[in-house]
């Protein structure tokens, strides 16, 4: 069992900048894609950002050009570096791991809030 601890969380003003973070022992270590996904009020979880083994990264439209995900290996570490941060940015952010010989083993961590206010 993977036990994924997120922090970094708080609330904002728009156009201000949080950093999250999200480690667990062997996040980086193993050979799967690592993620950061949200979740606002009443609406479902929506993928936010993926970052690859060998670092290639991916973003959803939404938050692409504000946002970077990378990762520490040495620390065991993954990052959301966000900018320019909007009210609908406004979420519960979830970092999602995976596991086992094909990555088809979820881990989700417990969330860290995001508010930001106009």
């Known amino acids: 069992q993977v036990h994924l601890v997120e922090s970094g969380g708080g609330s904002v003003q728009a156009g201000g900048s949080l950093r999250l973070s999200c480690t667990a022992p062997?996040?980086?270590?193993?050979?799967?894609?690592i993620d950061w996904y949200r979740q606002a009020a009443g609406k479902q979880r929506e993928w936010v950002s993926t970052?690859?083994?060998?670092?290639?990264?991916t973003y959803a439209d939404s938050v692409k050009g504000r946002f970077t995900i990378s990762k520490d290996k040495a620390k065991d570490k993954m990052y959301l570096q966000m900018n320019n941060l909007k009210p609908e940015d406004t979420a519960m952010y979830y970092c999602?791991?995976?596991?086992?010989?094909?990555?088809?083993?979820?881990?989700w961590g417990q969330g860290t809030q995001v508010i930001v206010s106009s």
């Open positions: 999602h791991s995976r596991s086992g010989r094909v990555c088809t083993v979820d881990y």
């Open positions: 062997g996040l980086t270590s193993n050979n799967c894609a």
């Open positions: 970052i690859s083994p060998d670092g290639y990264t």
